[in-house]
């Protein structure tokens, strides 16, 4: 093989069906490209020059045997009938132009075998009829679809079977365990709901799994689609949690949740980003017992956790703390019961107003990173509120089927993400309304077919999504259609990672130092609506880690390979070869003088706990006022910062919970409060 050609492809289903690529097709010399060009239109004109040389044969033994004459006679006739019948699947115009060929052709053939090819006008008819026969055929096969005349490959036949017939494979690429085909559907004669009709057919043909054939429609043009077949299930062994995808990052970077079968990051985006087009997102959970639906959502809530700019309020009235129980110390509001689930969703219609009143106070068209940050005039900033509503179906059936309308509808420009999560979002459990409003599904096994309608769009479904194969035999699988995600990932199955109770934990412990807290303008909000619902919530301590288990370096899950490796130079970086060499097995010299050095005078400080330094930041507060402020400033706390060791936006954060608790008071000066005296709070 020459340097300039590659080696030929076949993707292997893994089962016995085959499909061959050879790139080399046109490889080689002018003679070997003429050969290759003019091969698909040999096979008339060897017919018709083989008919001509075996009418030869054929006059030297039947010559004036009347036998011969009626047998050639009923042959030919038989031939061409036969000819007619086998032609009926076909077009009329191809059953025609055949049983003409054998009828000419077999009337010549008898009448040479029997007078001789060289006898009368014999030699004329063949000399003319012979080329313009195999000519016709050229020409046929000159204007079909497909000009380089592959209608004998395996795949025109395969898509003949299925029923997409004059359909042009224009192209193909192959990936380990991934073929993707560019189809040129014949135009007027086929559409991409045809192709979609025939995928359980090309699945079967195929021998694989029913979504792992999948059709995605060209946006410009109905006449193409792509195809793609995946012939093995490599999600099967599943994924262990790799930790977090961006440690201490903002809630506006992906969240990853698993991977997709070709080994792509699974991963989805709360908030909206402008300079990406995308809108924040809402969120529609959808999956059967046992389909993994719940560990999915852990997994998406332990990434969320990890980012410095997101509080969570989270409900479960369901199963209370049987989900979200490794995960109740870093949620900010967790309502458990359904009094205070209704509670939180109170609390959410209030502070939607307020929140989308404070970003355009200061000039945010939407929530983005730098709302979360603190703002010019010293006010602190705003982080990112998640609302996550799991085993919904409770909540929705003991209030109302529209209870989620509302916030669906409005949260988006407030900062908010709205997470509905639930088995089965039918019409008798959710408002469709909603359904619509939530926009953006995460479909994990399901019952039946229509169950999939519920929850995915048809584009998907059309594309060959099908999460009615899974059921509750392959928990994690799923399918993501949501904002910031190509449609061309929609049909893609993923799994989500297998997130283990100590990766939570330790989420938990070691990034509670960067998370965010409520701020003040949504925690007086929420008070005002929901009062000591959420004003005297439930907080969950940190848990107590095994020894080992709780370093505060939060890098431990990062990837290997940003690891800084440094080169061993046993030289010393020195010119000699041997200068600096230090021989291991020398002895050590003597000791001459041993020097005694003292412990530090200061011992370091330990961070205090985030009990210790809420104690902290309420000693200054009474310090502040026993020197006779009456105002203070989340600034004025951060002078002390080395005491409790926490960032501005958890001591703004702080400062909200003060205000809560009527400890100070907002002023109609920004990001200034006042004092309420003990006393006065007292009476």
């Known amino acids: ?99 003409i060929t054998v009828a000419a052709s077999t009337a010549w053939f008898t009448a040479a075998a029997l007078a001789g090819p060289w006898a009368g006008p014999l030699p004329s008819l063949y000399l003319i009829g012979a080329p313009t026969l195999a000519a016709t055929w050229n020409i046929r096969q000159l204007l079909r679809v497909n000009p380089e005349g592959t209608g004998g490959s395996e795949d025109k036949g395969l898509l ?14 192959v990936q380990p ?57 490599l999600l099967k062994a599943g994924v262990p949690y790799q930790g977090p995808s961006y440690p201490g990052g903002s809630i506006a970077d992906p969240v990853h949740l698993g991977i997709y079968e070709d080994g792509a990051h699974m991963a989805m985006f709360f908030p909206g980003d402008p300079d990406a087009g995308r809108n924040a997102m809402h969120l529609l959970i959808m999956g059967m017992t046992g389909s993994g639906k719940s560990e999915g ?32 110390p870093a949620i900010d509001w967790a309502a458990l019961t359904m009094d205070d689930t209704r509670a939180m969703i109170t609390a959410l219609k209030a502070v939607i107003p307020a929140r989308t009143s404070w970003l355009a106070k ?54 908010i993400t709205l997470v509905v999560s639930l088995q089965r979002a039918s019409g008798s459990q959710i408002s469709t309304d909603t359904r619509a409003s939530l926009g953006s599904s995460w479909v994990f096994g399901l019952r039946d077919d229509r169950d999939a309608t519920f929850a995915l769009p048809d584009e998907a479904l059309d594309a060959g999504a099908a999460p009615q194969t899974w059921r509750d035999k392959k928990p994690g ?21 297998l997130t283990p109770v100590d990766a939570m ?35 969950y301590p940190l848990p107590n880690l095994p020894a080992g288990g709780g370093q505060d370096d939060v890098s431990v899950y990062q990837d290997q390979e940003e690891a800084v490796h440094y080169d061993y130079d046993p030289s010393g970086g020195a010119d000699d070869e041997t200068d600096g060499w230090i021989d291991p097995e020398e002895e050590l010299p003597p000791v001459e003088q041993v020097v005694q050095i003292a412990p530090p005078e200061i011992p370091p400080r330990s961070k205090p706990s985030k009990a210790e330094a809420q104690q902290i930041m309420a000693e200054l507060l009474d310090d502040f006022e026993a020197q006779g ?44 409060y006042e004092i309420v005296p003990q006393d006065r709070r007292a009476a």
Not at 637 to 650: A, I, K, Q, T, V
């Open 1 to 99: 093989m020459s340097r300039h050609q590659q080696m030929p492809v076949r993707i292997d289903s893994g089962n016995g069906t085959q499909l061959l690529l050879d790139p080399n097709q046109h490889a080689g010399g002018v003679g070997e490209y003429l050969l290759h060009r003019a091969k698909p239109y040999l096979p008339p004109w060897l017919l018709a020059g083989g008919t001509g040389l075996l009418s030869l044969p054929a006059h030297w033994m039947w010559s004036g045997s009347a036998a011969a004459s009626a047998g050639l006679t009923l042959a030919s006739v038989g031939l061409t009938a036969a000819t007619w019948w086998a032609g009926k699947p076909t077009s009329q115009q191809r059953r025609l132009h055949s049983a």
């Open 297 to 328: 959502g852990l997994t998406a809530l332990t990434e969320a956790i990890t980012r410095r700019d997101v509080i969570v309020w989270a409900s479960d009235p369901a199963k209370a703390e049987q989900t979200l129980g490794p995960l109740l």
């Open 160 to 173: 003949e079977k299925v029923g997409l017939a004059k359909t042009l494979v224009s192209s193909a690429a």
């Open 362 to 415: 200061y000039g945010y068209k939407q929530w983005e990173p730098g709302c979360a940050e603190t703002q010019a005039d010293g006010s602190p900033g705003m982080p990112y509120l998640l609302a996550w509503f799991e085993e919904a179906a409770k909540t929705i059936r003991e209030t109302d089927d529209d209870v989620f309308t509302g916030i669906a509808q409005e949260a988006r420009s407030a900062g």
């Open 629 to 672: 402020f009456t105002h203070v400033a989340p600034a004025d706390f951060m002078e002390y910062c080395d005491r409790f060791h926490r960032s501005r936006g958890w001591v703004s954060g702080e400062v909200a919970a003060m205000v809560a608790t009527g400890r100070l008071r907002e002023t109609s000066e920004t990001g200034r």
């Open 477 to 497: 699988y799923s399918y993501l259609v949501a904002n910031g995600i190509p449609e061309t990932f929609w049909a893609t199955p993923g799994r989500a990672y």
């Open 505 to 539: 934990t330790w989420a938990v412990v070691n990034f509670a130092g960067i998370r965010a807290v409520c701020d003040p303008v949504t925690a007086k909000a929420a008070a005002t609506a929901a009062g000591p619902a959420f004003t005297d919530r439930t907080r």
């Open 177 to 233: 365990n991934k073929a993707t085909f560019d189809l040129q559907l014949p135009p007027g004669e086929l559409t991409p709901d045809d192709v979609s009709k025939a995928m359980p057919k090309l699945a079967g043909a195929l021998r694989v799994a029913k979504n792992a054939v999948r059709v995605l429609p060209d946006a410009d043009d109905s006449s193409r689609v792509q195809l793609t077949v995946v012939p093995n299930d």
